[in-house]
Structures are given as structure tokens and as C-alpha cells.
């Protein structure tokens, strides 16, 4: 089922704003630190040593001299945030079913691939810029005696100018900054070149501008507030090599930007990572009829357990069982865990809603093993008992899935989907699976 959500952020964010984003942003910076930490430390030594390389005069470089200690800095750290993000992201998505992510030698080659476009961009853009700012200078001494005068109010004022501009020129900053770690996130997870990536999350990020457009100046207004009270206080430079507070305060956006990257993905482009989904109508197992209940069915009668491979390993309680399970999910995404689903559901049919977040993504894992009738067992205590929780109706269309594709019991399917229709009146997914899986037909037909 392509449509449905896996990770909990995937519905939690399906209609927010980037107001949403940073809450839980800095929840997955805290809980994946070291990744974040590491990304921040090797940023920071990216832009120390790209900073030995700028020229003092700006003026008198050519193009080519400044853009390639932006470009090789640019590359450095790009090929740092991707890299990071991919660990961030294997480990956080490997419990939810997202957890692909590409060859790390086709991440540094698309990651370039990135690099190439953004610098010719920025190389035509400095070109204008220096044309520009030549062209004011060539005019200053024709002012006479007030030449100098006006450099001042040039520097006096460029104080102010940066942070004015920043808010005003918001939407279109926040815009390019969404979509390039957009970029990011397709050149860890998508099978695409690096210039399809940055094409393609543009685009993303354009269909759905209403989430950046009107948050943006709220966010430009803190950062411009933060970068007149850096820049007032010395911290920062705009012009010639950067200070060390500036290269700090840069290098934690970036290993933020790990962090608010994966959000961004899940807003934007939820279908990235995913697992290679099953195919339930592929070797189904035989079930017993299922009986429909609100809002979940009872499940068939599970087989008799296969036994256990080490009878000393066997769980003694649930959360013992919850975490063996989590454990196997997570070490290797190819590991048979139906076994350890099997002694869990010994112990308690309700055990994994100790790790109630994972839910979905264990059943469709077993759905993988062909083991529907396990999956069922995993879903309806979750379906029945948390409601509340926002993988619910992603849980629940995956069981009408299962009963209408699996175990070929229509009938079931369709009364909980038309308990679903209640429960989620008006909701696209409820309508889109009932006509694809032939359950908004008439019976009989």
C-alpha cells in the first residue's frame, strides 16, 4: 500500500507549517546527538579551513577565486549533511519501515552532482554582485569630497541593510533553504541524479508553498533580530573571513539541518525511504473467516508457534518481548521476526503496544514474511485501544488491506471501512482503498 503513512511524523506534520517543524526537530537532534555532534565538528573544520583560503580583497579577485573556496567549502559540507542525514535517518526509519538509504559512494556523487549546479548558479549571481558593487565605487569619487562620507554610511548602514533584507526577501531564502535540504534527503533516498534531486524537491517545495510562505517572516524576524545582535556585537562577519563565533553559529545550523531534514522529507516526500513493499496478494496463507468488530476484526486463530531456535533466549515479559522484536527490526531489515512475534503474543496478544509507534511498520514487515494472520494479531489491540494516536487510521487501512488482498475476506474489509468512514468522515485515503481494492462494489458483484 503505497499511500499509507509509516513514520508517526508523517501524519502528525501532513497539513503544518514550518511553525510545526522544530519541536520535533530538536527532539530527533537530542535523541540522535552524536550524529548531530559529529555533522556540527566537521562543518566547523570545513569552514576554518575554506576560511584560510577566501582573499582579503574581495574587489580585486576574479570570480573564479572566490567561488572556489565557497565551492570546495559548499562541497564539503554538503557531502557532511547528506552523509549524516543517511545515519540519521537509517537508524531513526529502520523501526517504521523507512529506513533505506543509498550506497554511500552514490551519495558523495550525487552530493557533487548538487554541488556543480548551486556553484555555476552562484558563479553568475557573484558575477552581477562584484559588477554591481564596482560600479558603486567607480561612482564615489565623482561625488567629490563627500566620497568618503558615503563609504561610511555604506558600512554604517549595512549594518542595518542585512537584517532588513532578510525579512523582506523571506519567502524566497526560506524557499531555496527548504528545497535544498529537500535535495539532501532525495540524494540519501532516492535512486535519481543529483540535479533530478534538486529539481524535483524545487518543484515539491513549490506545490506546497503555503507551508513557507506566510511562516517565513516570522522566522526571518527572529533572524533578523539574531543577526543585527551577532553582527552589533561583533560575532559575525558579512565581509572576509569569518570569526570563530560566526563559523560555530553555522556549523550548529548545520547539524540542526540533519535533524530538521528528515522532517522536511516526511512533510514533503513521505515516500522516500520506504521499504520495498509487499505484495499481499502474492502466496496468501488460508485464514478462518474473520469476524468484524469496532473497529478492528478479530483476527483468525494464529498457527501453533514455530519453536524457538534458543529456549534460554525466549522473553519473560512483554516489554521484554517488545524489545526483542524492536531489536531484531532494527539490527537487520532482511531478519525473519515472526518468530519473536510468536513468543511475544504467547505472553500477552497485546504486548507490542509497548512500542505502539512501531506498530504499523512490524506489521507490514510481517505481511513481507507472508505472515498476514500475525500481522492482523500485531494490529487490532493498537486499532481498538488507540484511537487517539496518529498512525490509527494508517493501522487500520493496513488491516482492511490485509483481509481484502491477504486473506481474500472481503466482506470484513468492507465493514471496516465503513467503520472508518465514520470514524475519518471525508478523509481521501478511506475513499481511495475502497475503490482500489474493489471494496466500494456492490456484493455479489
Same mark, same amino acid.
Given at each position: 500500500?503505497?499511500? &499509507?503513512?509509516?513514520?508517526? &511524523?508523517?501524519?502528525?506534520?501532513?497539513?503544518?507549517?514550518?511553525?510545526?517543524?522544530?519541536?520535533?526537530?530538536?527532539?530527533?537532534?537530542?535523541?540522535?546527538?552524536?550524529?548531530?555532534?559529529?555533522?556540527?565538528?566537521?562543518?566547523?573544520?570545513?569552514?576554518?579551513?575554506?576560511?584560510?583560503?577566501?582573499?582579503?580583497?574581495?574587489?580585486?579577485?576574479?570570480?573564479?577565486?572566490?567561488?572556489?573556496?565557497?565551492?570546495? *567549502?559548499?562541497?564539503?559540507?554538503?557531502?557532511?549533511?547528506?552523509?549524516?542525514?543517511?545515519?540519521?535517518?537509517?537508524?531513526?526509519?529502520?523501526?517504521?519501515?523507512?529506513?533505506?538509504?543509498?550506497?554511500?559512494?552514490?551519495?558523495?556523487?550525487?552530493?557533487?552532482?548538487?554541488?556543480?549546479?548551486?556553484?555555476?548558479?552562484?558563479?553568475?549571481?557573484?558575477?552581477?554582485?562584484?559588477?554591481?558593487?564596482?560600479?558603486?565605487?567607480?561612482?564615489?569619487?565623482?561625488?567629490?569630497?563627500?566620497?568618503?562620507?558615503?563609504?561610511?554610511?555604506?558600512?554604517?548602514?549595512?549594518?542595518?541593510?542585512?537584517?532588513?533584507?532578510?525579512?523582506?526577501?523571506?519567502?524566497?531564502?526560506?524557499?531555496?533553504?527548504?528545497?535544498?535540504? &529537500?535535495?539532501?534527503?532525495?540524494?540519501?533516498?532516492?535512486?535519481?541524479?543529483?540535479?533530478?534531486?534538486?529539481?524535483?524537491?524545487?518543484?515539491?517545495?513549490?506545490?506546497?508553498?503555503?507551508?513557507?510562505?506566510?511562516?517565513?517572516?516570522?522566522?526571518?524576524?527572529?533572524?533578523?533580530?539574531?543577526?543585527?545582535?551577532?553582527?552589533?556585537?561583533?560575532?559575525?562577519?558579512?565581509?572576509?573571513?569569518?570569526?570563530?563565533?560566526?563559523?560555530?553559529?553555522?556549523?550548529?545550523?548545520?547539524?540542526?539541518?540533519?535533524?530538521?531534514?528528515?522532517?522536511?522529507?516526511?512533510?514533503?516526500?513521505?515516500?522516500?525511504?520506504?521499504?520495498?513493499?509487499?505484495?499481499?496478494?502474492?502466496?496468501?496463507?488460508?485464514?478462518?473467516?474473520?469476524?468484524?468488530?469496532?473497529?478492528?476484526?478479530?483476527?483468525?486463530?494464529?498457527?501453533?508457534?514455530?519453536?524457538?531456535?534458543?529456549?534460554?533466549?525466549?522473553?519473560?515479559?512483554?516489554?521484554?518481548?517488545?524489545?526483542?522484536?524492536?531489536?531484531?527490526?532494527?539490527?537487520?531489515?532482511?531478519?525473519?521476526?515472526?518468530?519473536?512475534?510468536?513468543?511475544?503474543?504467547?505472553?500477552?496478544?497485546?504486548?507490542?503496544?509497548?512500542?505502539?509507534?512501531?506498530?504499523?511498520?512490524?506489521?507490514?514487515?510481517?505481511?513481507? *514474511?507472508?505472515?498476514?494472520?500475525?500481522?492482523?494479531?500485531?494490529?487490532?489491540?493498537?486499532?481498538?485501544?488507540?484511537?487517539?494516536?496518529?498512525?490509527?487510521?494508517?493501522?487500520?487501512?493496513?488491516?482492511?488491506?490485509?483481509?481484502?488482498?491477504?486473506?481474500?475476506?472481503?466482506?470484513?474489509?468492507?465493514?471496516?471501512?465503513?467503520?472508518?468512514?465514520?470514524?475519518?468522515?471525508?478523509?481521501?485515503?478511506?475513499?481511495?482503498?475502497?475503490?482500489?481494492?474493489?471494496?466500494?462494489?456492490?456484493?455479489?458483484?
Amino acid at each position: 500500500m503505497q499511500d &499509507l503513512a509509516v513514520h508517526p &511524523l508523517d501524519r502528525n506534520l501532513s497539513q503544518r507549517n514550518l511553525l510545526a517543524w522544530f519541536a520535533p526537530a530538536s527532539r530527533l537532534a537530542l535523541q540522535h546527538w552524536p550524529i548531530v555532534l559529529a555533522a556540527t565538528a566537521l562543518a566547523f573544520l570545513a569552514q576554518w579551513l575554506a576560511s584560510l583560503m577566501m582573499p582579503d580583497n574581495v574587489l580585486t579577485r576574479s570570480v573564479w577565486s572566490l567561488i572556489l573556496p565557497w565551492a570546495l *567549502e559548499y562541497a564539503a559540507l554538503t557531502i557532511v549533511a547528506v552523509l549524516a542525514y543517511a545515519m540519521l535517518a537509517g537508524r531513526e526509519g529502520a523501526l517504521h519501515g523507512c529506513g533505506r538509504v543509498n550506497e554511500r559512494p552514490a551519495m558523495v556523487g550525487r552530493s557533487l552532482e548538487i554541488c556543480m549546479f548551486w556553484t555555476i548558479f552562484a558563479a553568475v549571481f557573484t558575477s552581477l554582485l562584484i559588477l554591481l558593487v564596482k560600479l558603486v565605487v567607480a561612482m564615489i569619487p565623482a561625488i567629490g569630497a563627500k566620497g568618503v562620507g558615503v563609504l561610511i554610511l555604506v558600512a554604517v548602514y549595512g549594518l542595518i541593510a542585512l537584517p532588513i533584507l532578510t525579512f523582506l526577501l523571506a519567502p524566497l531564502w526560506v524557499f531555496f533553504a527548504v528545497a535544498a535540504l &529537500l535535495s539532501h534527503a532525495r540524494v540519501a533516498r532516492a535512486s535519481e541524479s543529483g540535479v533530478d534531486a534538486v529539481l524535483r524537491s524545487l518543484a515539491r517545495v513549490w506545490g506546497q508553498k503555503w507551508r513557507i510562505l506566510l511562516p517565513s517572516y516570522l522566522i526571518a524576524a527572529i533572524m533578523a533580530v539574531v543577526l543585527f545582535a551577532l553582527m552589533k556585537l561583533r560575532l559575525i562577519s558579512i565581509v572576509g573571513p569569518g570569526t570563530a563565533w560566526g563559523l560555530l553559529f553555522s556549523s550548529a545550523f548545520v547539524g540542526f539541518g540533519v535533524a530538521l531534514t528528515f522532517v522536511i522529507e516526511r512533510c514533503y516526500a513521505p515516500e522516500l525511504g520506504m521499504d520495498e513493499d509487499y505484495d499481499a496478494a502474492a502466496d496468501p496463507r488460508p485464514s478462518t473467516p474473520m469476524r468484524a468488530s469496532a473497529p478492528a476484526p478479530t483476527p483468525a486463530p494464529a498457527p501453533a508457534p514455530a519453536p524457538a531456535a534458543d529456549a534460554a533466549a525466549s522473553p519473560t515479559s512483554t516489554v521484554e518481548a517488545a524489545a526483542q522484536v524492536a531489536e531484531v527490526m532494527l539490527s537487520d531489515r532482511k531478519a525473519p521476526v515472526a518468530a519473536a512475534v510468536e513468543q511475544g503474543l504467547a505472553l500477552d496478544p497485546r504486548f507490542f503496544l509497548e512500542r505502539e509507534d512501531q506498530t504499523v511498520a512490524l506489521a507490514k514487515r510481517l505481511a513481507q *514474511e507472508r505472515r498476514p494472520e500475525l500481522a492482523l494479531r500485531i494490529l487490532q489491540p493498537f486499532v481498538k485501544e488507540k484511537r487517539s494516536h496518529p498512525m490509527h487510521l494508517s493501522a487500520a487501512l493496513l488491516v482492511v488491506d490485509l483481509l481484502a488482498r491477504a486473506l481474500k475476506q472481503p466482506e470484513p474489509a468492507r465493514k471496516l471501512l465503513a467503520q472508518l468512514r465514520e470514524l475519518y468522515p471525508g478523509d481521501n485515503m478511506v475513499a481511495s482503498i475502497g475503490r482500489q481494492l474493489g471494496l466500494d462494489r456492490p456484493q455479489g458483484n
